[in-house]
């Protein structure tokens, strides 16, 4: 086996080391991009008079054919190389003989990778957004089918007023389209071109980096050479995103998961999604939830490993560095998987409306009885405690507001008039919000309407 640096060596290199140290494994994903990356660096060595013409268009050509090839056929990217990037020369060199060995002139694997991983991500993360784009989708049709019904909203799990089902939906999705915004930024992040850096100070040859930039729709040069040859900020941005990404699909599960349970009943998991056990028959799990909420840690781990792989390493490319493609493939996967599950579950979740519309009445008024003492002119101070002591007065005799006659409410305050039995219901505490934000129902068809525009245009976009 010669490797792009056995000149340098007597010898044959440990195999067991050398396996070791091999990426080819995993960094044959990255072939696509290396040979496009490739072919652009073979045109602009030719623009440079570094290389033939001749030179030149041979390479392109094979390289243009291995890339059809490896399209077509995976398994042609196969080998005993180190790397992705020694498959592609040795392959290139057997096809072409002499002038594929002038394709790494003035250029290092170092550079080459770092541009390979970028190139990848600004290919795949499109494909990641248009999947959290389909679980604002079916977070916008569970809002359009919950229509006016309500549920109460939580705060410490414990329940606080009550709220439109699709409010509560479209919580999530404002939450997602973050995430789509963030995937978006760390593409353009990952847009810099890193060749004419050489493995650390620059090339010596006269590359038009601008034009070479532009040729592979990268929007910006790396501004330093020897920064460029060690820089994976945008790697940890990528598992930054995917972590807080995750975090809120394993929140969405958890609700979910709650919502579901016997004990609150307002959601059913349709059976093509839950799972059974095999002992107790009675039990319809949510697997697919629970799994997505386990997946959130394993995401957070690679984002906290990847940190701290970089925290130490000396300025200028450092081997620790190969760790960064097992990271950003194993979390690709995982949060498509994840987006794509949960957009499935969400999709067909039925919704039992009954116990969700029976929770959000009772004591969780209070504050809506509350604002209505503050409307006949009192203290919001004074409203909260002569609130307070009613509820408390409840709760003792296991009763709740719509219980109180005229006299019992006039006791508890002179200003309570017969105006209060219509004040005090979860559909007049819904429609007594005002702000754009609220779960007024106007306010959340209209905030509806805005996710069904953001979502045509992303579509449009793609
Ligand atoms: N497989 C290596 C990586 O992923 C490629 C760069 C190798 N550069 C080097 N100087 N050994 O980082």
């Known amino acids: 086996m010669t490797t792009l640096w056995s000149g340098r060596f007597?010898?044959?290199?440990?195999?067991?080391?050398?396996?070791?140290?091999?990426?080819?494994?995993?960094d044959r994903r990255l072939f696509e991009d290396d040979v496009t990356g490739s072919i652009a660096w073979a045109e602009a060595?030719?623009?440079?008079?570094?290389?033939?013409?001749?030179?030149?268009?041979?390479?392109?050509?094979?390289?243009?054919?291995?890339?059809?090839?490896?399209?077509?056929d995976s398994t042609f990217v196969n080998g005993p190389d180190e790397d992705v990037h020694s498959f592609v020369e040795r392959v290139l060199v057997e096809r072409i003989g002499e002038p594929g060995r002038r394709l790494h002139t003035g250029r290092s694997r170092n550079e080459q990778v770092a541009l390979d991983l970028r190139l990848y991500l600004r290919?795949?993360?499109?494909?990641?957004?248009?999947?959290v784009a389909a679980l604002v989708a079916a977070c916008a049709r569970q809002a359009e089918q919950a229509g006016g019904a309500v549920m109460p909203a939580y705060t410490h799990l414990r329940r606080a007023q009550p709220v439109l089902i699709a409010h509560y939906w479209l919580a999530h999705a404002a939450a997602f389209r973050r995430d789509h915004t963030r995937l978006g930024a760390v593409r353009d992040e990952a847009g810099e071109l890193t060749l004419g850096s050489g493995a650390v100070v620059g090339t010596a040859y006269a590359i038009d980096v601008h034009a070479l930039a532009a040729r592979l729709g990268l929007p910006r040069v790396v501004r330093n050479s020897l920064d460029a040859a060690s820089d994976r900020d945008f790697v940890a941005s990528f598992l930054h995103a995917s972590a807080l990404s995750l975090i809120h699909l394993s929140r969405l599960a958890e609700d979910l998961?709650?919502?579901?349970?016997?004990?609150?009943?307002?959601?059913?998991?349709?059976?093509?999604?839950?799972?059974?056990?095999?002992?107790?028959?009675?039990?319809?799990?949510?697997?697919?939830?629970?799994?997505?909420?386990?997946?959130a840690g394993r995401v957070i781990g690679r984002l906290t490993g990847w940190l701290t792989t970089l925290k130490g390493l000396p300025s200028g490319y450092n081997?620790?560095?190969?760790?960064?493609?097992?990271?950003?493939?194993?979390?690709?996967?995982?949060?498509?998987?994840?987006?794509?599950?949960?957009?499935?579950?969400?999709?067909?979740?039925?919704?039992?409306?009954?116990?969700?519309?029976?929770?959000a009445e009772g004591l969780l008024l209070a504050t809506d009885v509350a604002d209505f003492l503050v409307r006949?002119?009192?203290?919001?101070?004074?409203?909260?405690?002569?609130?307070?002591r009613l509820v408390r007065r409840l709760v003792d005799q296991g009763r709740t507001?719509?219980?109180?006659?005229?006299?019992?409410?006039?006791?508890?305050?002179?200003?309570?008039?017969?105006?209060?039995?219509?004040?005090?219901?979860?559909?007049?505490?819904?429609?007594?919000?005002?702000?754009?934000?609220?779960?007024?129902?106007?306010?959340v068809a209209a905030s509806l309407a805005e996710v069904r525009e953001w979502l045509a245009q992303t579509a449009d976009h793609r």
């Open 10 to 26: 007597d010898g044959q290199p440990d195999a067991d080391v050398f396996g070791f140290g091999a990426s080819f494994a995993f």
């Open 401 to 443: 507001f719509d219980s109180l006659t005229d006299d019992e409410w006039r006791e508890a305050s002179p200003l309570f008039d017969g105006r209060v039995h219509d004040a005090i219901s979860a559909a007049a505490s819904v429609n007594a919000r005002t702000t754009p934000q609220s779960t007024h129902p106007q306010a």
């Open 123 to 131: 290919r795949r993360i499109p494909l990641v957004q248009a999947r």
């Open 376 to 388: 006949r002119g009192l203290a919001f101070r004074d409203a909260h405690e002569t609130v307070g």
């Open 45 to 72: 060595l030719a623009n440079a008079g570094a290389i033939s013409e001749d030179d030149g268009r041979a390479m392109v050509s094979a390289l243009q054919a291995m890339r059809e090839e490896g399209r077509r």
């Open 257 to 295: 998961v709650i919502f579901g349970s016997e004990e609150f009943g307002f959601v059913e998991l349709d059976d093509r999604v839950a799972t059974g056990s095999s002992l107790m028959p009675q039990k319809k799990n949510p697997d697919p939830l629970e799994l997505v909420r386990g997946k």
């Open 319 to 359: 081997k620790d560095l190969q760790e960064d493609k097992d990271a950003v493939f194993d979390v690709e996967d995982t949060l498509s998987a994840c987006l794509a599950a949960t957009a499935t579950v969400v999709d067909t979740l039925k919704l039992h409306t009954q116990p969700c519309a029976a929770a």
